[in-house]
């Protein structure tokens, strides 16, 4: 049997159920693909060297009556997220031989669930980037063509299942670290509400804003891959339960609305227009499935991107003051003590790490935290507000979920312009909202066709209505 | 522009040590970001900000005072907390010497 590593995960649940094939046969699959292309993509940090153990041990399982959608299926993990006992380096010097010491929580319920750990994949160091540029361990190439970035900060977790080297992936999403990178390599991605998976065993970046969750071929395959890994976890006092299996109409007792809100006032510049096009053709086919398009406003909107930059530096700040070099990671020795950390940390974090511990640095610092945090708290807040009053008129808010496509490795040399990616993705972290971006079709650069993504956002809680209306983008 | 011995200040804060050939890059790219981000000063944000809450739906959790071993990642993984430690010797993990003596 060929190409079993192209299968979706519900394709593929269905034939290792129905006994046409083997959890074996399919880590075998994305094994030899991995095999021919990894080398020279630079998708796996490290191929674990007991997949097919792992998927003997499914299939053992499947036999024993077990039957979980995701019992066998590969799928490939995110370089900050704690499996214990394996290498977690979060794509830094600084943590290059760490080994986890506990499972995340969203790989307990992986492992319960039964699924198959390919290997841990490249990303923008600790998470901070949108290209996977960032990553100490050299650049990962887009699959679709490798002169691009595959996105990031969770870029090789894109590109593994874009090259069909697991069926899906984890990663993590803090401004758009899920979503960029899905929609630069034609993926669904899906940030779920703020809490509503624990952040247990993830590397931190900003802990306000950070969230795990599924790059898949298909939105019912994300739907598969959250229901599994949410809930509310005892060791993450943030966390949230969301009511609701999979619902036909809305979750939280909400009956579809089939509206949909379109802030145009956001997209009068910046989207580069075959993008554009590509979301109008996208609105359109919603409209033809019966869903009305609104005008919507919000008015501080353009501020989000701002307060993300403020915010989030000021949490990588405290975030990664832990890696000082005594307990555990890279240990440089200074002349004293204070010289040791400063030692150990310029050598273990790379320059975009470095620069934005500075800016958190500066912008928690007195005299200016008013300025800077202060106002971005306040402007974080009106947001919100914004996106809760008109998420109680539509379903949910539509926007591109990048304004161009994949950029090319080594485009944007100077860090405000990279930061300019995020322009769309950054809210939904700042206002707790779930979001998921969906390929909306492709647009053409130098001869070559890239897929776009159109990001749909929902009320909080509200998952199951983004599974709905996804389902009929695709 | 934000002055090389703010840069200097900021590196000493955040105890990172700063390559000299870094610095003058370090108070570009701090520079521009905060001309960006100033753009919160400029907006109306202000006034209203006496009642922050934190944004979504997050809230205190509280809970009992007993101990939960049972649900403790870390319980019994003291020997893997120990294999990671820079630096040992014998039975004992070694640290810098912290006080020292007046001369």
Redesign the interface.
């Known amino acids: 049997m060929s190409n079993l590593n192209q299968l979706s995960i519900t394709e593929a649940a269905q034939k290792l159920q129905a006994g046409e094939i083997t959890a074996v046969e399919l880590a075998r699959a994305c094994l030899a693909e991995i095999e021919k292309k990894n080398k020279d993509l630079n998708i796996f940090l490290e191929v674990y060297d007991d997949v097919l153990a792992q998927a003997e041990a499914a299939d053992a399982r499947r036999k024993a009556g077990e039957n979980h959608p995701l019992l066998g299926i590969p799928v490939a993990i995110k370089d900050n997220i704690l499996i214990e006992g394996r290498r977690v380096s979060a794509a830094s010097k600084m943590l290059e031989n760490?080994?986890a010491?506990?499972?995340a929580t969203v790989i307990k319920k992986l492992k319960e669930a039964g699924a198959v750990f390919v290997g841990r994949t490249n990303m923008d160091e600790f998470a901070m980037g949108g290209s996977t540029e960032n990553s100490a361990f050299g650049s990962t190439k887009n699959p679709l063509d490798p002169s691009r970035a595959p996105g990031g900060s969770s870029g090789g977790s894109a590109a593994a299942v874009s090259a069909h080297m697991a069926l899906a992936a984890l990663g993590t999403d803090t401004g758009g670290s899920i979503r960029e990178p899905a929609a630069f390599c034609g993926l669904v991605g899906f940030k779920p509400?703020?809490?509503g998976v624990s952040r247990?065993?993830l590397i931190a970046m900003g802990s306000?804003l950070d969230q795990a969750g599924p790059l898949t071929r298909t939105v019912a395959d994300a739907e598969i891959l959250f229901n599994t890994i949410k809930g509310k976890d005892?060791?993450d006092?943030?966390s949230?339960a969301i009511q609701g299996p999979t619902l036909a109409q809305g979750s939280q007792g909400r009956t579809l609305k089939r509206k949909i809100g379109v802030p145009r006032h956001l997209l009068k510049e910046g989207v580069e227009p075959d993008v554009l096009a590509a979301f109008e053709k996208s609105l359109e086919a919603l409209k033809a499935k019966g869903y009305e398009l609104v005008d919507v406003e919000l008015p501080?909107a353009p501020?989000a991107?701002?307060?993300y930059?403020?915010i989030m530096p000021a949490e990588v700040?405290s975030n990664l003051?832990r890696f000082?070099?005594?307990?555990?990671?890279?240990?440089l020795k200074?002349e004293?003590?204070?010289?040791?950390?400063?030692?150990s940390?310029?050598a273990g974090?790379g320059?975009e790490v470095?620069?934005r511990?500075?800016?958190g640095?500066?912008?928690l610092?007195a005299g200016y935290y008013d300025?800077?945090y202060?106002?971005?708290?306040?402007?974080?807040?009106?947001l919100?507000e914004e996106f809760r009053k008109v998420l109680g008129e539509v379903d949910a808010i539509a926007v591109p979920t990048t304004p161009c496509p994949a950029i090319k490795i080594g485009e944007k040399s100077?860090?405000?312009s990279m930061?300019l990616l995020d322009i769309f993705t950054v809210t939904a972290n700042?206002?707790?909202?779930p979001a998921i971006s969906i390929p909306m079709g492709m647009v053409e650069r130098e001869g070559i066709p890239l897929p776009v993504g159109i990001q749909l956002t929902a009320a909080?809680?509200d998952e199951a209505t983004l599974f709905t209306i996804g389902k009929d983008v695709e | 522009m934000i002055s090389k011995e703010e840069v200097q200040n900021l590196a000493a804060l955040a105890r990172l040590e700063l390559r000299a050939q870094e610095i003058e890059g370090l108070q570009k790219d701090i520079s521009n970001i905060l001309d960006y981000v100033g753009q919160l000063s400029s907006a109306s944000v202000g006034s209203d900000g006496e009642n922050i809450k934190v944004a979504g739906i997050v809230h205190n959790v509280l809970r009992d005072d007993v101990p939960r071993e049972a649900a403790d990642p870390m319980a019994g993984k003291e020997e893997k907390v120990k294999e990671a430690f820079p630096k040992r010797e014998g039975e004992y993990n070694v640290v810098r010497k912290i006080i020292q003596k007046d001369e």
């Open positions: 760490y080994v010491t506990y499972d509400t703020y809490g247990l065993g306000s005892a060791l006092s943030t949230i501080s501020l991107l701002s307060v930059y403020v700040s003051a000082d070099g005594v307990r555990y990671g890279l240990s200074g004293n003590l204070i010289d040791d950390y400063a030692k940390r310029a974090f320059p470095r620069r511990i500075m800016l640095t500066y912008v610092s300025a800077y202060g106002k971005a708290l306040v402007a974080r807040e009106k919100t100077d860090p405000l930061y700042i206002t707790g909202n909080h809680g």
